[in-house]
């Protein structure tokens, strides 16, 4: 029932957000923070509270690089930032698996 209810507030918000700052951003902000979450930890509330800081996160970051260099559109910095941190996170979670195979072969 909690799923339910958190998928039905998910597309809420997806549906009013979208009209607000456009789908790609949205769906950009939606699946990026969250993976890069699922790459740092397996726990589910720690990846959403996680998920939920690196979003905001990408969102701030995004809008001063966006007011530092006025050439750049703010959406795309958001994005960049959003994405950055999924590489980030995703080469940490690879150093990680392979960290226990490197201290067993020495």
Known sequence: ALGLAFLVLVGVITAAATQAVGALLVLGLLSAPAGAALCLTTRPFRAMWLSAGLAVLSVWVGLTLSYVAPSLP????????AAS???VAAIIAAIRRSAPRLASQN
């Open 74 to 81: 703010p959406s795309f910095a958001i994005m960049a930032v």
């Open 85 to 87: 941190l999924y590489v």
